[in-house]
Every structure is written in structure tokens, then in C-alpha cells.
């Protein structure tokens, strides 16, 4: 059912209702959703009808009422970007969010309310003095009647109004009469966004709680305009909205620090030209990801990939292994580390200043050594080795034996061994398969875990990484 509207009631009536709905912490809306649902149920039960008093409630706690969805309300700042807004929508709801939608007066010059009443199917909101919704401070009730506010895009001049506390729109007003969490999409001018003003109005926003998402790093609507400004992409605000509703997640590993590297290295051959593995780093990024959620402080040091820094991680980029294993040393002491990029075996011996070019003689002669073992030389540490190393193999054949082969040689604790055959589609995918091998004395234990997703799968090696950081504590 659409949203309802108290219209043409007698004052008396709007009175009462009033009064009922703040005597069970419910908007009007909703009590008048409990009173048809309660008159109905008494009507299929064949009873006598409500008693015109009304019957003392529970005070209802934050949240939503019992079988209700987590309840959203949007707000669609005037930028170009307000068109991700409508996708945004339908991103929320595929989410199992109920989603109200409140556009300002400049939103509405890219976007329409007939369109975010379509996607969301409920009325929007755009006026703070709209006689239909204000009888009853229709801004107050969309300000408290949800469990998170969204703001996107929120331009630097909505931002600069929530920043020092002004209210003279529906927006405003309803963000300031909140005391709900809010999260924030920026998105403008990377000159706009870089301005001392804007700075200073985000950074009095993120003391004042207000979370924030983005922007991203792109290209600009202006014409041969890019830079940091972009609007985060709807699935990515989407997935921080959930991520705010859901209950405090278990911190375990609180207090511990892990360091993680990830993706391939490049080794050089000529200015242009570079040696390197298949790996795109999600594996990795996923790990580092999982592990600050689980409350660890994360060091990532990433070779050269197309993947966002995961939000709340030290990233460290680099491009070579000597360049990964200089900064895998800097970061020790750690409680855990976690070796999963794809470091090249070899180098060139003599990098060429200038483009190599081809000669009448053929191919130049390429020299190559052997790369640092950067797994290996953090395992054999005599002082400051990590409690807890572990390393990856990435095999295309003889899984088991080329893992427990790893193992022994390394000097680490556990492996995680996968098999990278092209047609698994693990390199570069999303998806992957892995054994999980550890000392148990002499033996190797291994453990064969489904297909999972490379998310999945972080969140598994971090809950055991977890589970024997607590054992061993004990």
C-alpha cells in the first residue's frame, strides 16, 4: 500500500490521532496503519469493534515495527548527479529497504517527483510547507519516522546549510530535526569539492557523526573537467546504507594489527615495457576489507590494480617486489600477515633506460634473477615475525602436493591454496575455490572450502584468523 495521506479530517479527529501516535512512538501514518489492521483482523474474527479508547502500548524502541522493512529516507540534493539518485532507488529496495524520497527545490530541476514516486512507490516530498503532510510536522515525522537518512548527491551548498544549522527548506529542516544516523554521498567540482570551504564544512560534519561515502575520482560533467568529485555509484551507497542498519558487528580481532599485500608487481624491462602476474588484487583488497570490519588495524600494500582502497585501510602502493617487501619491513611489527599478491619471480637484470627497439641481429637478450621471496623472508625472521603468516599458492596443476610443497619450504604457517587454471576464471573473477593448509605438528591439516564468492571467502579466512588469535590469547 502507497504512503497515506490524513486529509479532509474534522480537527478533533487529527487531534486524537495525534496524541495516540506519540503515545506509541508511531508517526500518524502508522497508527493509522494499526488501527485498519487491527479493525480488519477484528472484523475477519467476528468481533465488536475497537474500543473508542485507546488501550495503553508499549513505548515502541528505535526501529522499525514488527514485519516492517528498515525504512530509508532519501534526500536528492540539485547536481547533475541527482539522475544516480533514481537508480539509487531502486539499489536501496532491491535491499528490502522501504525507501521516502524528499527532492529540493534544484533537485528538481534534473530529476522530477514524479519519477522518485514511481521508482519508490510512495509520495515525495518537496515543499517544508505543504498543507497535505505539515498538519501534523510532516518534517519532523520524515526526520524520525525511518532508520537512516541518505543525502545523495549532497552538493556543497546543502552540505554548508547542514554544516552551520540551517533549515529553510524541507531538506534542511528534516536534517536538522533528525536524530537519526546520516550518510552522505558528496558529489560537485573537484575545484568545488577541494575549497578550503568545502573542507572545513565536511570536517565539521564527520565531528559532528554524519558518515560519509565518496566521492570518487573520474571525469566531471563539465568538458575536460576530472578529478576527485564524482558521486560514489548507487550500488556502492546502497551497500553503506545496509551497512549502517545492520546491528554492531562482533570485533575481534580489536587490537591486533595485519598486514596484507595484494595484487601483481610489475618488474620492469624498458620505460614501456614490464614483466607481471594475472592478478587483479580483489582476493586481497576483500581480506583487508574483512579484517577491519573484524576491528583490526590494516596495513595494505598493493601493487598496481583497477580497484578502489578499501575505506578505513593504510594502503601503501607499489610497483615492484623490492618495492613490496621495503614496505612489508616497515610495516612490522604485526600481529598477522597475510601474503596474497602475485609477486613476480623474476627481473631483468639490466632495466633499459630507453625503449628496447628490434635490431637486425633479433631479439635483445633479456637477463634475468630471482626477486626477493618476500613470503619466505618474513616467515624466517629470527626477530619481530608475525604470530600468524600466511601465504598463498596459486597453482594450475598438482594442487595439493605444490602447497604442502609451499608450506614446508616457506617457513609459514598456513596456506591457502587455489587452483588458477584459466578456465576456473579465479584470476580476475569473483569467485574462487580454496584449501585451507596448516601445521598440526608433523601432519598438514587441510581444509576444502565450497565456491565461494572472494568476499566470502575473506570473511571465512578472518573469522579463523580470528578464532586462533583468541585460542592462542587464552
Given at each position: 500500500?502507497?504512503?497515506?495521506?490524513?486529509?479532509?479530517?474534522?480537527?478533533?479527529?487529527?487531534?486524537?490521532?495525534?496524541?495516540?501516535?506519540?503515545?506509541?512512538?508511531?508517526?500518524?501514518?502508522?497508527?493509522?496503519?494499526?488501527?485498519?489492521?487491527?479493525?480488519?483482523?477484528?472484523?475477519?474474527?467476528?468481533?465488536?469493534?475497537?474500543?473508542?479508547?485507546?488501550?495503553?502500548?508499549?513505548?515502541?524502541?528505535?526501529?522499525?515495527?514488527?514485519?516492517?522493512?528498515?525504512?530509508?529516507?532519501?534526500?536528492?540534493?540539485?547536481?547533475?548527479?541527482?539522475?544516480?539518485?533514481?537508480?539509487?532507488?531502486?539499489?536501496?529496495?532491491?535491499?528490502?529497504?522501504?525507501?521516502?524520497?524528499?527532492?529540493?527545490?534544484?533537485?528538481?530541476?534534473?530529476?522530477?517527483?514524479?519519477?522518485?514516486?514511481?521508482l519508490s512507490n510512495e509520495r515525495c516530498y518537496t515543499d517544508l510547507f505543504d498543507p497535505a503532510s505539515e498538519f501534523d510536522a510532516g518534517h519532523i515525522r520524515l526526520a524520525r519516522d525511518c532508520e537512516l537518512i541518505v543525502v545523495a548527491p549532497a552538493t556543497a551548498d546543502l552540505m554548508a546549510k547542514m554544516a552551520q544549522?540551517?533549515?529553510?527548506?524541507?531538506?534542511?529542516?528534516?536534517?536538522?530535526?533528525?536524530?537519526?544516523?546520516?550518510?552522505?554521498?558528496?558529489?560537485?567540482?573537484?575545484?568545488?569539492?577541494?575549497?578550503?570551504?568545502?573542507?572545513?564544512?565536511?570536517?565539521?560534519?564527520?565531528?559532528?557523526?554524519?558518515?560519509?561515502?565518496?566521492?570518487?575520482?573520474?571525469?566531471?560533467?563539465?568538458?575536460?573537467?576530472?578529478?576527485?568529485?564524482?558521486?560514489?555509484?548507487?550500488?556502492?551507497?546502497?551497500?553503506?546504507?545496509?551497512?549502517?542498519?545492520?546491528?554492531?558487528?562482533?570485533?575481534?580481532?580489536?587490537?591486533?594489527?595485519?598486514?596484507?599485500?595484494?595484487?601483481?608487481?610489475?618488474?620492469?624491462?624498458?620505460?614501456?615495457?614490464?614483466?607481471?602476474?594475472?592478478?587483479?588484487?580483489?582476493?586481497?583488497?576483500?581480506?583487508?576489507?574483512?579484517?577491519?570490519?573484524?576491528?583490526?588495524?590494516?596495513?595494505?600494500?598493493?601493487?598496481?590494480?583497477?580497484?578502489?582502497?578499501?575505506?578505513?585501510?593504510?594502503?601503501?602502493?607499489?610497483?615492484?617486489?623490492?618495492?613490496?617487501?621495503?614496505?612489508?619491513?616497515?610495516?612490522?611489527?604485526?600481529?598477522?600477515?597475510?601474503?596474497?599478491?602475485?609477486?613476480?619471480?623474476?627481473?631483468?637484470?639490466?632495466?633499459?633506460?630507453?625503449?628496447?627497439?628490434?635490431?637486425?641481429?633479433?631479439?635483445?637478450?633479456?637477463?634475468?634473477?630471482?626477486?626477493?621471496?618476500?613470503?619466505?623472508?618474513?616467515?624466517?625472521?629470527?626477530?619481530?615475525?608475525?604470530?600468524?603468516?600466511?601465504?598463498?599458492?596459486?597453482?594450475?596443476?598438482?594442487?595439493?602436493d605444490n602447497a604442502k610443497a609451499k608450506l614446508a619450504r616457506k617457513g609459514c604457517d598456513w596456506i591457502v591454496a587455489n587452483d588458477v587454471s584459466p578456465a576456473t576464471g579465479v584470476m580476475g573473477g569473483d569467485r574462487n575455490t580454496v584449501h585451507l593448509l596448516s601445521k598440526q605438528g608433523d601432519e598438514v591439516r587441510i581444509?576444502?572450502?565450497?565456491?565461494?564468492?572472494?568476499?566470502?571467502?575473506?570473511?571465512?579466512?578472518?573469522?579463523?584468523?580470528?578464532?586462533?588469535?583468541?585460542?592462542?590469547?587464552?
Amino acid at each position: 500500500m502507497a504512503s497515506l495521506t490524513i486529509r479532509k479530517l474534522d480537527e478533533a479527529i487529527k487531534t486524537e490521532l495525534r496524541l495516540r501516535a506519540a503515545r506509541n512512538g508511531r508517526s500518524v501514518e502508522d497508527e493509522v496503519r494499526v488501527i485498519l489492521r487491527d479493525a480488519a483482523q477484528h472484523k475477519l474474527a467476528g468481533t465488536a469493534a475497537l474500543p473508542s479508547a485507546p488501550q495503553p502500548a508499549l513505548p515502541r524502541q528505535r526501529g522499525t515495527m514488527a514485519g516492517e522493512q528498515p525504512r530509508v529516507t532519501l534526500i536528492i540534493g540539485g547536481g547533475i548527479a541527482a539522475y544516480k539518485a533514481l537508480d539509487l532507488i531502486r539499489r536501496l529496495k532491491e535491499r528490502g529497504l522501504h525507501v521516502r524520497c524528499v527532492l529540493t527545490r534544484a533537485a528538481q530541476q534534473f530529476v522530477t517527483p514524479l519519477a522518485a514516486s514511481a521508482l519508490s512507490n510512495e509520495r515525495c516530498y518537496t515543499d517544508l510547507f505543504d498543507p497535505a503532510s505539515e498538519f501534523d510536522a510532516g518534517h519532523i515525522r520524515l526526520a524520525r519516522d525511518c532508520e537512516l537518512i541518505v543525502v545523495a548527491p549532497a552538493t556543497a551548498d546543502l552540505m554548508a546549510k547542514m554544516a552551520q544549522g540551517h533549515a529553510d527548506d524541507l531538506a534542511t529542516a528534516i536534517l536538522l530535526a533528525t536524530n537519526r544516523p546520516i550518510l552522505l554521498a558528496p558529489a560537485m567540482n573537484p575545484l568545488m569539492w577541494n575549497n578550503a570551504a568545502t573542507r572545513r564544512n565536511v570536517a565539521q560534519l564527520i565531528r559532528d557523526g554524519v558518515v560519509t561515502i565518496g566521492p570518487n575520482a573520474g571525469e566531471m560533467a563539465e568538458a575536460n573537467e576530472a578529478g576527485v568529485g564524482r558521486m560514489s555509484e548507487p550500488i556502492e551507497i546502497a551497500d553503506a546504507a545496509l551497512q549502517m542498519l545492520r546491528p554492531p558487528q562482533p570485533r575481534p580481532l580489536t587490537g591486533k594489527r595485519v598486514l596484507i599485500t595484494a595484487g601483481p608487481t610489475h618488474e620492469p624491462i624498458d620505460p614501456v615495457r614490464y614483466i607481471a602476474n594475472r592478478s587483479s588484487g580483489k582476493q586481497g583488497f576483500a581480506i583487508a576489507a574483512a579484517a577491519q570490519a573484524a576491528g583490526a588495524d590494516v596495513t595494505l600494500i598493493s601493487g598496481p590494480v583497477d580497484l578502489d582502497d578499501p575505506a578505513g585501510v593504510t594502503v601503501k602502493h607499489v610497483e615492484s617486489a623490492r618495492d613490496m617487501l621495503q614496505q612489508v619491513e616497515a610495516a612490522l611489527p604485526v600481529d598477522v600477515a597475510i601474503f596474497a599478491a602475485a609477486v613476480a619471480d623474476w627481473r631483468v637484470v639490466n632495466e633499459g633506460v630507453q625503449k628496447l627497439k628490434k635490431t637486425a641481429g633479433g631479439l635483445p637478450q633479456l637477463e634475468l634473477t630471482e626477486n626477493p621471496d618476500i613470503l619466505a623472508t618474513i616467515a624466517r625472521l629470527r626477530e619481530r615475525r608475525p604470530p600468524l603468516v600466511i601465504g598463498f599458492a596459486a597453482e594450475t596443476e598438482h594442487l595439493m602436493d605444490n602447497a604442502k610443497a609451499k608450506l614446508a619450504r616457506k617457513g609459514c604457517d598456513w596456506i591457502v591454496a587455489n587452483d588458477v587454471s584459466p578456465a576456473t576464471g579465479v584470476m580476475g573473477g569473483d569467485r574462487n575455490t580454496v584449501h585451507l593448509l596448516s601445521k598440526q605438528g608433523d601432519e598438514v591439516r587441510i581444509e576444502s572450502w565450497p565456491v565461494m564468492s572472494k568476499d566470502e571467502v575473506a570473511v571465512a579466512l578472518v573469522e579463523r584468523i580470528a578464532a586462533t588469535a583468541k585460542d592462542t590469547s587464552a
